[in-house]
């Protein structure tokens, strides 16, 4: 099946520092990238929808300066957590949709997420 | 609103057991229904989906779900239960614009 590969797997930061995570899609190209956020033994929250080559979709309650999102390239969403805090620490995991799939039938590849520990 | 749930938090089941994790639905329109696993420190597994035809979808690892629209559940089945199987399972619709909406998840524990 399709991969898509999130990098890096775990990083810990000092508060205050800014972290990038980078969400490539492997073998396919992805014009829509999903970026979720789960805390330990709950569900995944969607944080923002990245389209390639415009402005991500954050949803409600999510801060878009907080959490930058780039979608350069077909293959490649990267989230950036600008000026991060210890209230930031969670499961960060990204999911991408083949651009020949259907929008609502196509099926979603994640990738295998990124911990971030914020000291 | 799409919306799913999963009415309960943990699931046990003895191995060899035949094992059923629930879920529901609340969509306008016709649903499209996912089935996710999730084991400690991963990312989330396609299991299987409902799009359209028949009820009961078959799909990875022995699962099977059955799509019941009266009863609007899509509850995930395995006749047979593995240690193995031991792990978190999300329940997702898909809305209209292509998010998938998630369930909160039932943790499965399977003993030998």
């Known amino acids: 099946g399709a991969v898509v590969s999130q990098h890096p797997s775990w990083v810990i930061c000092k508060s205050g520092t800014s972290v990038k995570i980078e969400c490539r899609s492997l073998?396919?190209?992805?014009?829509?990238m999903f970026w979720y956020r789960q805390f330990p033994k709950q569900s995944l929250m969607l944080m923002a929808t990245?389209?390639?080559?415009?402005?991500?979709?954050?949803e409600q309650g999510v801060e878009k300066d907080k959490f930058l999102i780039n979608h350069a390239s077909l293959t490649l969403s990267t989230l950036t957590v600008t000026s991060a805090h210890p209230e930031d620490s969670s499961f960060y995991i990204c999911?991408?949709?083949?651009?020949?799939?259907?929008?609502?039938?196509?099926?979603?590849?994640f990738g295998e997420g990124s911990r971030l520990t914020v000291l | 609103a799409q919306s799913v749930a999963q009415p309960e938090d943990q699931v046990n089941v003895a191995e060899g057991n035949p094992l059923t994790v629930k879920c529901t639905y609340s969509?306008?329109?016709?649903?499209?229904l996912f089935w996710y696993v999730q084991y400690p420190n991963r990312g989330l597994q396609f299991l299987l989906k409902?799009?359209?035809?028949?009820?009961l979808v078959k799909g990875s690892y022995g699962f099977e779900a059955e799509f019941n629209k009266s009863q609007t559940s899509f509850h995930l089945k395995k006749p047979s239960a593995l240690v193995s199987d031991s792990a978190l399972y999300f329940c997702?619709?898909?809305?209209?614009?292509?998010?998938?909406?998630f369930g909160q998840g039932t943790e499965l524990s399977v003993k030998p």
């Open positions: 073998d396919f190209q992805a014009t829509t």
């Open positions: 999911s991408a949709r083949d651009s020949q799939g259907s929008p609502n039938t196509g099926e979603l590849f």
């Open positions: 997702a619709v898909r809305d209209v614009r292509g998010k998938l909406i």
């Open positions: 969509v306008s329109g016709n649903p499209y």
């Open positions: 409902y799009i359209t035809g028949d009820n």
């Open positions: 990245s389209n390639e080559g415009s402005k991500a979709t954050y």
